[in-house]
């Protein structure tokens, strides 16, 4: 674990720098092919910038109310406590408003986005390994990892392996991106990349979870994490987003845009 690089750096705000400067960097460039200015383009990566940061302390503290006292830590976002579905819903709104506001089809943005979305979650991830959030549950497995007695993980179990959640959770939004990418090649119309992104993120996530540990008040029905039954939903979503954009329903929509 390596909270801090050199002793100054934070490893998680680096990787989440890394992530979001990759994102605008792959953004537009994608946004040429799509027909999206550039400063469109910019514009929108750091609302969604804003907005997602909001977002994923936003939905940690509404689903971990009884942990601030005072209230006002609900503000101390350098504490910890993040959660990556808040950021997503949030910032998929924005992108929805503002692409409104321009004139710009929401899923030629979304379709822009989202392999950005998916490589900057892929990154996240390794900094939340090296923080020593988002661990998993102990493990006999050959992949489990030993943290340092300090860790978060170590604090919960004591000095046992334990399943490297944030890792997998990695290796799976690598894996997507390539997925998205190969795909577009293969077989392509308006809300397949998105409608793609929230089905394999949604499949990827609810797999990962069983290994990650939960505080039991985020355990629900069937013993899924509250996160896992998001995933659910963002499977189906991606499903309808897909079969609407092999019918051809966004770009009759586009129209009216």
Excluded at 53 to 73: A, D, K, N, S
Excluded at 151 to 166: R, T, W
Excluded at 200 to 224: C, H, K, N
Aim: glycine share 14%.
């Amino acid at each position: 674990m390596h909270p801090e690089i050199f002793g100054v750096v934070k490893s998680y705000g680096l990787m989440l720098a890394l992530s979001f400067g990759l994102g605008l960097w792959l953004s537009i460039r994608r946004g040429r092919v799509h027909g999206v200015k550039a400063d469109d383009v910019t514009d929108l990566v750091f609302a969604v910038l804003v907005s997602s940061l909001i977002g994923v302390r936003l939905f940690f503290v509404l689903t971990h109310l009884g942990e601030f006292h005072p209230w006002y830590r609900a503000f101390f976002i350098w504490d910890g406590g993040l959660t990556l579905y808040g950021g997503i819903i949030l910032s998929t709104v924005t992108v929805f408003v503002l692409a409104r506001r321009r004139r710009i089809p929401f899923m030629v943005m979304a379709d822009n986005f989202s392999p950005g979305v998916i490589l900057g979650i892929g990154l996240t991830r390794i900094g939340c390994f090296f923080a020593g959030c988002c661990f998993g549950h102990p493990t006999g497995l050959g992949c489990g990892v030993t943290f340092p007695v300090d860790a978060p993980a170590s604090l919960k179990f004591g000095q046992v392996a334990v399943h490297p959640s944030q890792l997998y959770a990695s290796g799976g939004g690598f894996l997507i991106f390539g997925l998205l990418l190969l795909l577009e090649k293969v077989w392509n119309y308006r809300g397949a990349t998105f409608g793609r992104f929230l089905l394999l993120y949604g499949i990827s996530r609810f797999t990962v979870d069983f290994s990650r540990y939960y505080e039991p008040d985020q355990i629900m029905a069937f013993g899924w994490s509250n996160n896992q039954w998001i995933s659910v939903g963002m499977m189906l979503g991606g499903l309808a987003v897909m079969v609407a954009g092999a019918r051809g329903m966004f770009e009759r929509s586009e129209a009216h845009v």
